[in-house]
């Protein structure tokens, strides 16, 4: 990615460059994370260190940044890592933080920061481009909507972080009558035709264009996304796929369950719960931070098990969205 994204001339009321962040960086960008921190009325939540951020930015490389630059200081950022849309089956970027100093904000710094990430999005043929806002941060949900931004209404971020991790990871699928396990080669159709069935469940098999060939080159070849089965006489009747997240507030990774799904005549015999004991166990493996995914509002029932399992539902964020004709046009 080339030092100037956007040049200066492109940002009307500021002299603002927008750059890959280098290592000097690190100490500059654990600031501009608290001051975020600050701004949503969060900051008691940030527990993580410089030295964890440095680590996972430039030695472990799980995630990625850019830097707002006016005059030689660091005035935003935006820090980012690759998702997977299953419904795309194409990867994606998820942008954990956006920030803009308030002294320049109105000025097209934020905007910048976004169209630097659409361009490197369409650089490396990515599909999809997410975030979450704050349902009361008017003014950025009406820019993100301004920008082509869909801002889904009836989708909540379940999370399960701190003392609820070890607890749900107790009880796996050991002496059951299922048995969950990495998948390989050979379980690619399986997992379409149940990556398939859950988006028809969820009533959006309209919008499903992937493939197959897709889903077995990013999941076995590029390693975008991982999978656990789970079977029951040989047969696979459910599945969770999740991918590698992070929260800059504790400086961890994270696991992000993109689809997670059992069959309706194999439910109520708890797969769905080993599933995500399963996850939270590699959470604690990984020495990872949370585990989250998303659930929507009418889903009641998946709700209420979510929370029997130790889920805290984020009342207050909405997710937002850009696929390929609107990433297209703000890169423009």
Request: hydrophobic share 45%; proline share 4%.
């Amino acid at each position: 990615m080339p030092d100037s994204v956007i040049p200066s001339s492109d940002i009307q009321s500021a002299r603002v460059a927008i750059r890959s962040a280098v290592s000097s960086d690190v100490p500059t960008l654990f600031n501009l994370i608290r001051e975020l921190a600050e701004y949503e009325h969060l900051a008691d939540q940030v527990v993580g260190t410089v030295e964890a951020l440095h680590s996972h930015l430039f030695d472990q490389s799980c995630i990625e940044a850019l830097v707002a630059e006016s005059d030689g200081q660091a005035v935003g950022f935006a820090l980012y890592f690759v998702n997977y849309s299953t419904f795309l089956t194409q990867p994606g970027f998820y942008l954990e933080d956006l920030f803009v100093r308030p002294a320049y904000r109105g000025c097209g710094v934020g905007k910048a920061l976004l169209s630097a990430l659409a361009k490197l999005a369409l650089e490396r043929d990515y599909g999809r481009l997410e975030w979450s806002v704050l349902d009361w941060n008017a003014p950025a949900i009406g820019f993100y909507q301004r920008i082509g931004a869909q801002v889904l209404q009836d989708a909540r971020i379940c999370r399960v972080t701190g003392a609820a991790l070890p607890l749900l990871a107790e009880g796996g699928s050991a002496g059951l009558s299922w048995n969950l396990r990495p998948i390989t080669a050979n379980d690619i159709e399986d997992v379409f035709a149940l990556v398939r069935a859950n988006i028809e469940y969820d009533g959006n098999l309209h919008l499903f264009v992937g493939s197959p060939e897709a889903l077995a080159e990013h999941l076995l070849q590029h390693s975008y996304a991982e999978v656990v089965i789970a079977e029951q006489h040989q047969q696979a009747v459910g599945l969770a796929l999740f991918c590698t997240n992070y929260s800059t507030f504790l400086t961890k990774p994270g696991l992000f369950v993109e689809d997670l799904f059992v069959r309706p005549e194999y439910r109520g015999q708890g797969i769905g719960r080993s599933l995500l004991a399963y996850l939270a166990q590699q959470v604690l493996n990984r020495n990872y931070g949370r585990l989250e995914w998303c659930v929507r509002t009418w889903n009641q029932r998946a709700i209420e098990f979510y929370q029997r399992q130790g889920a805290v539902i984020l009342p207050d964020w909405r997710v937002c969205q850009l696929y390929r004709d609107a990433i297209e046009q703000l890169a423009a």
